[in-house]
């Protein structure tokens, strides 16, 4: 009897322990844990991710280059389709039913609970009409984003593009999905993480139409969008814009630098595009359009990616690391007869005075004068053997930013080559001879140079020495402070009192009268300091280059003009410069100017028979 009553007391507590917890449960699931209840309304429910707003960009001045618009994109839930009328609907969307199965069907290989793009960037107007008939398409609803917008259709390359991510993308980063956007090129790319912000989510009643009753909870759970950074660029749009102008009907590019800073001007890249075709539904039909059947490519970056020879501007460059190891004296002079003769070799000269000093020589750009030059650097006896010499001449000129990445905050930027001791020790023999390498003397043979580091090499002469790494952003963000490695000098090995007769000769070539290249580059009442080049081109007609800087005092620009196929560094680099220059540091182009500017805007190099090869550099 005791047992039985003793098995009642025990089942009578397990039955009232089951109960007990049955009951902490259904309290927990339905006043403490919101989890199953949500889940529960998840089918009366739709979460919208809240794109946040990416970062407006500005110019120098304050002027806005990069804003947003507002973009509609159509979202599918496969999982609530019901049948509709996919007539009407097709109608409404200007899409083939064929279009419609397609959709629906990728959108069910991506996931049936989850939304994805059915149709992107719908117009204002199409969405207008739809919205008003949305509800009769279960599954489907609208979510808002933005596209950028370019006021000024202007400094393509510069600004860059964005694009749909890639899975890749998707994969490496959480933070994107199907269908969203990203940088790929530009500062739209290097700066992709300060300018799009942080996306939030809204969650929404919805009936049975799918159409969309009010907040769920209040917003409990919503979470708001965090817009991106603005960008406060180094551009002076009204410079760029001009240079722009300028290079209409021309291949090859212009780099502008403030040398005190390092910030970038201008960065003009011709051909260009309009950055208006890289929005919208048009873009990845305007992108294959441009890589795959325009011969200009307009895509190609031709300021960092264009490797070129720098011809005669590189003159410059050989005569400040002869000063530095002291080969020669600025009084030191050559004879030119014509060009430089040694044996069955010759590089041929234009005529001029002779003999020269450096200062004449820079003025007149003597190839004889260099090529003497550049012997003495490499057969100095202080070095041994021209090796070690041309091992000395090269850490000198990569002092200057060649042969390797600048660090500018944009991406793709090549390094450019400065051969090596080793490339010419292939080439030839152990011992080769400096003749060898004579055509580095006025800018040809292996060298490879891009547009923006002649714009810094120009720069650190302007600054008598040093440079800053050329940036296109001065900040981040309303209070943002610019990188520090921006802020850093970087010392070229040439003593700063090796520039003043360098800099006098290029004084000489902008304004020392009779034999001075570059007199189109003058400007009343500034000191403008340059140097020409004409690059030979063996295929073509040669390229014309220009580097200047001015004022020569307390210098506020410098610049590079490189033009394809302008055959003397005279006809076209040299006046375009001093057309930039004249813009940027007056505003305003003279009246005695006006007819130079009319044939730089006339000329016209792509679609009319470009002049022979000269076979001589100037």
Same mark, same amino acid.
């Given at each position: 009897?005791?047992?039985?009553?003793?098995?009642?007391?025990?089942?009578?507590?397990?039955?009232?322990?089951?109960?007990?917890?049955?009951?902490?449960?259904?309290?927990?699931?339905?006043?403490?844990?919101?989890?199953?209840?949500?889940?529960?309304?998840?089918?009366?429910?739709?979460?919208?991710?809240?794109?946040?707003?990416?970062?407006?960009?500005?110019?120098?001045?304050?002027?806005?280059?990069?804003?947003?618009?507002?973009?509609?994109?159509?979202?599918?839930?496969?999982?609530?389709?019901?049948?509709?009328?996919?007539?009407?609907?097709?109608?409404?969307?200007?899409? $083939?039913?064929?279009?419609?199965?397609?959709?629906?069907?990728?959108?069910?290989?991506?996931?049936?609970?989850?939304?994805?793009?059915?149709?992107?960037?719908?117009?204002?107007?199409?969405?207008?009409?739809?919205?008003?008939?949305?509800?009769?398409?279960?599954?489907?609803?609208?979510?808002?984003?933005?596209?950028?917008?370019?006021?000024?259709?202007?400094?393509?390359?510069?600004?860059?593009?964005?694009?749909?991510?890639?899975?890749?993308?998707?994969?490496?980063?959480?933070?994107?999905?199907?269908?969203?956007?990203?940088?790929?090129?530009?500062?739209?790319?290097?700066?992709?993480?300060?300018?799009?912000?942080?996306?939030?989510?809204?969650?929404?009643?919805?009936?049975?139409?799918?159409?969309?009753?009010?907040?769920?909870?209040?917003?409990?759970?919503?979470?708001?969008?965090?817009?991106?950074?603005?960008?406060?660029?180094?551009?002076?749009?009204?410079?760029?814009?001009?240079?722009?102008?300028?290079?209409?009907?021309?291949?090859?590019?212009?780099?502008?630098? $403030?040398?005190?800073?390092?910030?970038?001007?201008?960065?003009?890249?011709?051909?260009?595009?309009?950055?208006?075709?890289?929005?919208?539904?048009?873009?990845?039909?305007?992108?294959?359009?441009?890589?795959?059947?325009?011969?200009?490519?307009?895509?190609?970056?031709?300021?960092?990616?264009?490797?070129?020879?720098?011809?005669?501007?590189?003159?410059?460059?050989?005569?400040?690391?002869?000063?530095?190891?002291?080969?020669?004296?600025?009084?030191?002079?050559?004879?030119?007869?014509?060009?430089?003769?040694?044996?069955?070799?010759?590089?041929?000269?234009?005529?001029?005075?002779?003999?020269?000093?450096?200062?004449?020589?820079?003025?007149?750009?003597?190839?004889?004068?260099?090529?003497?030059?550049?012997?003495?650097?490499?057969?100095?006896?202080?070095?041994?053997?021209?090796?070690?010499?041309?091992?000395?001449?090269?850490?000198?000129?990569?002092?200057?930013?060649?042969?390797?990445?600048?660090?500018?905050?944009?991406?793709?930027?090549?390094?450019?080559?400065?051969?090596?001791?080793?490339?010419?020790?292939?080439?030839?023999?152990?011992?080769?001879?400096?003749?060898?390498?004579?055509?580095?003397?006025?800018?040809?043979?292996?060298?490879?140079?891009?547009?923006?580091?002649?714009?810094?090499?120009?720069?650190? &002469?302007?600054?008598?020495?040093?440079?800053?790494?050329?940036?296109?952003?001065?900040?981040?963000?309303?209070?943002?402070?610019?990188?520090?490695?921006?802020?850093?000098?970087?010392?070229?090995?040439?003593?700063?009192?090796?520039?003043?007769?360098?800099?006098?000769?290029? $004084?000489? %070539?902008?304004?020392?009268?009779?034999?001075?290249?570059?007199?189109?580059?003058?400007?009343?009442?500034?000191?403008?300091?340059?140097?020409?080049?004409?690059?030979?081109?063996?295929?073509?007609?040669?390229?014309?280059?220009?580097?200047?800087?001015?004022?020569?005092?307390?210098?506020?620009?410098?610049?590079?003009?490189? %033009?394809?196929?302008?055959?003397?560094?005279?006809?076209?680099?040299?006046?375009?410069?001093?057309?930039?220059?004249?813009?940027?540091?007056?505003?305003? &182009?003279?009246?005695?100017?006006?007819?130079?500017?009319?044939?730089?805007?006339?000329?016209?190099?792509?679609?009319?028979?470009?002049?022979?090869?000269?076979?001589?550099?100037?």
């Amino acid at each position: 009897m005791n047992n039985f009553s003793n098995r009642k007391y025990i089942i009578g507590g397990i039955f009232i322990l089951v109960v007990l917890i049955f009951i902490i449960r259904l309290f927990n699931l339905q006043i403490i844990d919101d989890t199953y209840k949500l889940s529960a309304e998840n089918n009366s429910q739709r979460q919208v991710t809240q794109y946040p707003a990416r970062g407006l960009i500005y110019d120098r001045n304050g002027k806005l280059l990069v804003y947003n618009q507002a973009a509609y994109d159509l979202m599918l839930i496969p999982r609530q389709l019901e049948v509709f009328d996919t007539t009407d609907f097709c109608q409404l969307l200007g899409i $083939e039913k064929l279009e419609l199965i397609e959709g629906i069907a990728k959108a069910k290989h991506y996931s049936y609970r989850k939304a994805s793009i059915f149709l992107k960037q719908l117009s204002s107007e199409r969405y207008a009409v739809l919205q008003e008939k949305l509800y009769k398409f279960p599954g489907f609803f609208v979510q808002t984003r933005t596209l950028r917008k370019y006021p000024l259709k202007s400094a393509a390359h510069a600004l860059g593009y964005l694009r749909e991510v890639t899975n890749q993308e998707i994969k490496s980063d959480p933070y994107f999905r199907q269908g969203d956007y990203i940088g790929k090129s530009g500062i739209e790319r290097t700066y992709e993480k300060e300018l799009r912000g942080e996306k939030g989510v809204k969650i929404y009643w919805v009936d049975v139409f799918n159409r969309i009753k009010g907040s769920f909870r209040n917003g409990k759970f919503d979470e708001k969008a965090v817009s991106g950074k603005n960008l406060h660029t180094s551009l002076d749009i009204d410079l760029q814009q001009y240079g722009e102008l300028l290079m209409q009907n021309k291949k090859g590019g212009i780099v502008a630098i $403030e040398p005190h800073t390092g910030e970038i001007l201008a960065k003009v890249s011709s051909p260009g595009y309009d950055p208006e075709m890289f929005v919208g539904r048009a873009m990845n039909k305007n992108y294959q359009m441009m890589v795959q059947n325009d011969s200009l490519k307009p895509l190609f970056d031709r300021t960092m990616q264009a490797l070129y020879p720098p011809g005669s501007i590189f003159k410059l460059v050989n005569a400040l690391v002869a000063l530095q190891e002291n080969v020669i004296s600025p009084a030191a002079r050559f004879e030119c007869h014509s060009g430089y003769h040694v044996g069955n070799f010759t590089m041929g000269c234009h005529s001029h005075a002779s003999p020269l000093d450096l200062r004449h020589a820079i003025q007149q750009s003597c190839n004889a004068y260099f090529a003497n030059v550049f012997r003495y650097i490499l057969e100095s006896p202080k070095f041994g053997s021209v090796q070690d010499g041309y091992t000395a001449w090269r850490k000198d000129v990569t002092s200057f930013g060649f042969g390797s990445e600048l660090g500018i905050d944009l991406p793709n930027e090549k390094t450019g080559s400065i051969p090596t001791n080793e490339y010419y020790q292939n080439k030839y023999r152990k011992n080769w001879r400096a003749l060898n390498a004579i055509s580095l003397a006025i800018g040809q043979g292996e060298l490879q140079i891009t547009p923006m580091q002649m714009a810094n090499m120009v720069a650190a &002469i302007a600054n008598r020495g040093y440079y800053y790494i050329p940036h296109i952003v001065k900040a981040v963000g309303e209070d943002g402070a610019l990188g520090k490695k921006y802020l850093e000098k970087h010392y070229t090995s040439v003593d700063s009192s090796n520039f003043t007769p360098v800099i006098d000769g290029m $004084e000489m %070539v902008v304004t020392g009268g009779e034999g001075s290249t570059g007199a189109l580059a003058a400007i009343k009442d500034i000191r403008v300091c340059g140097k020409t080049g004409t690059v030979q081109n063996s295929d073509e007609a040669d390229h014309s280059v220009f580097v200047a800087f001015a004022p020569r005092e307390n210098p506020k620009i410098a610049i590079v003009v490189y %033009v394809e196929n302008g055959v003397w560094g005279s006809r076209y680099a040299a006046p375009i410069s001093g057309l930039m220059i004249e813009k940027y540091l007056k505003g305003e &182009i003279s009246e005695n100017k006006k007819w130079l500017e009319k044939r730089m805007l006339d000329a016209d190099l792509i679609n009319q028979a470009a002049a022979p090869s000269t076979g001589v550099v100037e």
